[in-house]
């Protein structure tokens, strides 16, 4: 398939069966927000759980404290709920 022909969830897809990459990293490779492009994962998430692969998912974290217990890891927190750090690394995709 030409890759003009693919969908931007298809394209996002193969992006992350050759490497990891983070929301602002996937925004700006696709022209899509960071937020529409975590949308984007999560649909191409539920739509491998019928093929032989699967999303693996690198929770963020802080960059002061190392806190990486967020309650959803998909998505990049404002700051930290243990040291209230705005240092917060985002998380990381991948499809294998």
Known sequence: ??????TTRERIAAHLRETAA???SLARE???TAALAVEHVRHVAR???EADERLLVAPPECRDCGFDGFDDPANRPSRCP???SESVAEPEFRIE
């Not at 398939?1 to 693919?6: G, I, K, L, S, T």
């Open 30 to 32: 696709f022209d899509v």
């Open 82 to 84: 243990e040291c209230k």
């Open 47 to 49: 739509s491998l759980s």
């Open 22 to 24: 983070a929301p602002s």
């Open 1 to 6: 398939m030409r890759e003009a022909d693919e």
